[in-house]
């Protein structure tokens, strides 16, 4: 079975004025396709095509790997959003940041202070590491949690495609952004 593109959760326009719908167009209907695309035209004769993606990702090499990730990171990416997102998170998730980080504007602080330090292309994400206790991690390029041991939480793109539209070269006003419409309830739910 060909792997599929998904579907945003969300009308383009939805996540206005944080994100425009010609970005989430752009980003969603021309980058992730790609992905998608690619990703499928490798799988050919690649021996996983029964695969799922998620399993795809974990044993693919070379190429396909990176595809198969970038098509997976965008699916997980699009689920981090929501026009009813931002402020913080609530439950457990609030209790595990607080332990780990003192207080959710500290968490924040670092996450974005290692969104805008990540050389090019890449991924910031909230994980759960095995030992239970949250962390940030930064992934270079295609690279994904997925293929290691943390459960991730929480993506945020920062490879420049997902907001030169908009903002240029401005990670910086994308990260205030992000955080504008991250969706805590559905990272609350992630955790293990
Ligand atoms: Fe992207």
Redesign the pocket.
Known sequence: MPIELPALPYAHATLEPHIPAATLEL?HGS??RA?VEETNRLLEGSGLEELALEQVVRQARGRLAEQAA?AW??GF?WTCLSPRGGGEPGGRLAELLARQYGDFTRFREEFTRMALALPG?G?VWLVQHPDGNPGIVATRGAATPLTGADVPLLAC?V?E??YYLDRRDARAEYLEAFWKVVDWEAAGKRLV
């Open positions: 980003h980058h992730h992905y970038q990171n965008h990416y292309s991924w793109d490879w495609h997902a």
